[in-house]
């Protein structure tokens, strides 16, 4: 965690040439895309955007779209296109952009399939305790990443690491993504992206998934969210020191099939990039080179 009291060990996600390494003090990754495959065409365009804009800045993208999602507010809710054409559209994102991808898994028989594709594999916050679930993500032969449920504490996620270290997990990243606060709403505690760091593993800010307002959708059949905040508190997260963000973007939220109101627009990834990069570097330039503490 750059900026934070450790220094987090590398993760290398995926094996191609677009491999991403986050963590380690190497560049703020990326983990992006629309919440759900709604269409294969859909992922191809937002990727291809992505990895222009990713690599114009030298960042780390791996690709993120959930093929499944399971939990849903209402029965009516959008869960995905079938995973067998889900999981194919996220298959030729990776073959064509070369980039690695990240995707939801929520039982222990989704994992191998899911895991034939996927290069990270995200345990959903509602999840994170699920001990079988955990151990078979680690025991896939691909990284894992643990979003921290909204009723945990940060310190709670020593335990989940340590599931996941036991299984022989290949690589591990935390991820925060708010947490409950009375009903219909979530907070973000800066602090907690320090204590998970403790663990020694990357930490992830979820910039989208934060600014949820849960249940609190037309008619509470969907989750409602203010993107207002996406940019002042990815900020607040990046000079605290994580390494890596998360975020859901979709080319026109308003029609998007899931998470409308949170998924950021594709237009506005440029300028959230530069925002970021900006603090990430006025962070390294106001914290003391090893050879200045050692002389302190």
């Not at 991808?101 to 999840?127: K, M, S």
Request: aromatic content about 4%.
């Amino acid at each position: 965690m750059n900026g934070g009291r450790i220094l987090a060990r590398a993760v290398t996600i995926g094996d191609g040439p677009r491999r991403a390494v986050i963590g380690g003090g190497g560049p703020l990754g990326v983990l992006a895309g629309p919440c759900v495959v709604e269409s294969e065409r859909l992922v191809m365009e937002t990727c291809e955007q992505l990895v222009a804009l990713c690599d114009a800045r030298g960042l780390p993208l791996v690709f993120k779209s959930s093929y499944r999602k399971a939990n849903r507010s209402s029965i009516k809710g959008y869960t995905g296109p079938g995973d067998a054409e889900g999981l194919a559209a996220l298959a030729r994102v990776k073959r064509e952009f070369g980039v690695p991808i990240v995707t939801d898994v929520h039982a222990v028989d989704e994992v191998q399939r899911a895991a034939e594709v996927a290069d990270l594999l995200q345990v959903p916050a509602f999840l994170s305790r699920q001990t079988d679930l955990l151990i078979a993500c680690a025991r896939s032969g691909r990284a894992v990443t643990v979003k921290k449920g909204q009723f945990l504490a940060p310190d709670d996620m020593k335990q989940v690491v340590a599931k996941l270290e036991s299984a022989g997990a290949k690589g591990i990243l935390l991820t925060e993504r708010g947490a409950t606060f009375g009903y219909h709403n979530l907070v973000v505690d800066m602090r907690s992206l320090v204590l998970m760091a403790d663990t020694g593993w990357p930490v992830v800010y979820d910039v989208t998934h934060s600014l949820q307002l849960p249940g609190a959708g037309e008619g509470g059949e969907s989750t409602g969210g203010d993107r207002r905040f996406a940019r002042p508190l990815a900020r607040a997260a990046v000079a605290v020191g994580v390494d890596a963000v998360f975020f859901e973007t979709h080319p026109d939220p308003a029609r998007a099939l899931s998470d409308a109101a949170t998924q950021l627009p594709l237009r506005d990834v440029p300028a959230l990039l530069d925002e970021l990069v900006a603090v990430r570097a006025a962070l390294a330039g106001a914290l003391p080179s090893s050879e200045q503490r050692e002389r302190a």
